[in-house]
């Protein structure tokens, strides 16, 4: 599969933003559709997931600002950010998942700054 991320850009703090991830195949063939995100000079972390039975799950750092949903038809992956922080600045990751097997995106860079 390939996941193509898009929708990052520079927002003020208290912005909103809505990220997208287009896969090249069923996303229903995966177990889980993922975000995750990459700040500078630290490690990829989660932030939300939505599994094939559509249950979502999200890091604490986000919970009630970010919410993950998706368009099968469309093969798509969403992530409305919403309350963002200057912590929140990091490059963000669409990922797929069968099990332990993740793929990946190129990332898409979001930057909140004033």
């Known amino acids: 599969v390939q996941l193509v991320e898009s929708g990052g850009t520079l927002v003020q703090p208290g912005g909103s933003l809505k990220l997208s991830c287009v896969a090249s195949?069923?996303?229903?063939?995966?177990?889980?559709m993922n975000w995750y995100r990459q700040a500078p000079g630290k490690e990829r972390s989660f932030v939300a997931s939505i599994n094939v039975g559509g249950n979502t799950r999200y890091a604490d750092s986000v919970k009630g600002r970010f919410t993950i949903s998706r368009d099968g038809q469309k093969r798509a992956v969403y992530l409305q950010m919403n309350g963002l922080k200057p912590e929140d600045t990091a490059v963000y990751y669409c990922a797929a998942n069968i099990l332990s097997r993740y793929t990946w995106g190129q990332g898409t860079q979001v930057t909140v700054s004033s």
């Open positions: 195949e069923n996303i229903f063939n995966f177990n889980a």
